[in-house]
């Protein structure tokens, strides 16, 4: 094949179909049986809008082929999971098992691009991986080079062909070749770089976000404390032409946003004092709506408290990460006299997180907010905002989205 694509979630499968769309001849690679197994029926195991079509008709033009094990190939894609250890430094223990698995088929000449999002210096750890287990090839001319994504989950296969890219080569010639590869579905803009920069630009994209989604958060605090209305004071500021103050909520969720910063505080801890202390505002974020809910529901016996949302962000089933999930099940665990309703319309079944609470019951949103003393907001569904606000005028309600002000 002309590329060989390891790792079949949520950016290599996207990657992979693209590529054989225009084309190229692709192999997929996946640890997972069952995710071979799928795409080798022209399935898609999770869900992404128009990734299925994609998928779907790659298999049956036979450009797309999946298995467990790598083959030989002129590049290699690697879209891993980078999950973080304890200590907040990065786990590279799959990039590295797949570039060992890829390692065995390198016959000199070959480019292996890092795609999954990375601490500094991953890519060059991955060439020092080939050096290591294949001396015999130090002087065959393999090229590295990191090309992070920025897709948002939902549009993939939309800005996977529209956004711009970074591509940064350990060696300039790595970067050219990368981008020619590229080139084949993207029409944005491709920008070299350095692979370091690259690793960066995308650690700092995610962080951008981050701190000032914690400034909107530390704002909600700094105006209940003031007994003043934060939708309407960040409304105010961002009529100034050069302001753009982003929503506060109950915290940051999904699997970039909250991980990405760590990757940079771990490699300058001393320096990156604001961008840790965003990660810590965002993250204290569900324990102070917590002690919100407590107080709204303090002089009630056995309180019912229905709990709306349950999804990481507005409109998507994804629980991964979720703030609001973190939410429902730690105040029900610590208050099992409460009456939790958790609402939740993208979903049919409680989540397993939440499935051992005995006072934890999924519930039709009208049936939650009729049986509530507390009615809390944690997602910002379009379902929720329209319910009009005199449903609720008789409840207590703790509102993190601002959703009735
Ligand atoms: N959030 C707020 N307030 C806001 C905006 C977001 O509280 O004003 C919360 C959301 O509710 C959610 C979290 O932040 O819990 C993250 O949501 P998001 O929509 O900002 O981002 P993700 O995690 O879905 O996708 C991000 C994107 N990065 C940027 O926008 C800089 C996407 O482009 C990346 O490709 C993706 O991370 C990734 O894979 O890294």
């Known amino acids: 094949p002309d590329v060989c694509v390891v790792g079949l979630g949520y950016i290599g499968l996207p990657t992979a179909a693209i590529f054989a769309h225009k084309g190229k001849q692709v192999h997929g690679v996946d640890v997972s049986p069952r995710t071979v197994a799928a795409v080798n029926s022209g399935k898609v195991p999770f869900v992404e809008p128009d990734l299925g079509g994609f998928v ?3 298999v049956s033009n036979g450009t797309l082929t999946a298995s467990t094990e790598p083959v030989p190939a ?9 999950p973080f250890h304890d200590d907040h430094s990065a786990d590279l223990s799959y990039i590295e098992a797949a570039t060992r698995a890829v390692s065995r088929h390198l016959t000199g000449g070959e480019l292996l691009i890092l795609e999954s999002t990375s601490p500094p210096g991953a890519t060059q750890h991955m060439a020092d991986v080939v ?8 002087h065959a001319g393999i090229k ?24 940064g080569g350990i060696t300039p010639e790595a970067a050219e070749e990368a981008r020619e590869l590229y080139r084949v579905f993207c029409e944005g803009e491709i920008l070299l770089t350095d692979a370091t920069t690259a690793e960066m630009a995308k650690l700092v994209e995610n962080s951008f976000r981050d701190v000032n989604i914690a400034f909107a958060n530390e704002l909600s605090i700094i105006s209940d404390k003031l007994g003043i209305d934060v939708w309407e004071l960040i409304e105010l500021a961002n009529h100034h032409p050069r302001v753009n103050i982003l929503q506060p909520g109950p915290g940051v969720g999904g699997h970039c ?16 004092r604001l961008i840790r202390t965003a990660r810590e505002v965002n ?28 999804a990481f962000k507005p409109n ?29 319309p993208h979903v049919e079944e409680l989540p397993a997180k939440l499935a051992g609470l005995s006072n934890v019951r999924l519930t039709p949103t009208d ?8 009615v809390v907001v944690l997602v910002d569904h379009d379902a929720f905002k329209a319910i009009p606000a005199h449903r609720v005028a008789e409840k207590q309600v703790v509102d993190s989205k601002g959703l009735w002000r």
């Open 316 to 344: 998507i089933d994804d629980l991964r990460e979720s703030p609001a999930l973190q939410i429902v099940h730690d105040y029900a665990e610590a208050h099992p006299q409460s009456r939790v309703l958790a609402v939740e």
């Open 367 to 374: 049936e939650a907010i009729d049986a509530a003393d507390v």
């Open 56 to 58: 779907e008709r790659a």
């Open 131 to 138: 050096a290591q287990e294949r001396p015999d090839l130090a």
């Open 74 to 82: 002129s590049t290699y894609i690697i879209a891993v999971p980078t």
């Open 283 to 310: 993250d204290s974020k569900p324990r102070y709506l917590m002690e919100r809910i407590r107080a709204a529901s303090e002089g009630t016996n056995e309180p019912t408290v229905a709990m709306l949302g349950l």
């Open 144 to 167: 590295f080079a990191h090309c992070p994504e920025r897709v948002l989950p939902g549009r993939v296969m939309v800005e996977l062909v529209e956004n711009d890219r970074i591509v």
């Open 257 to 272: 946003i909250a991980v990405d910063p760590w990757f940079i505080v771990a490699a300058a801890p001393d320096e990156a």
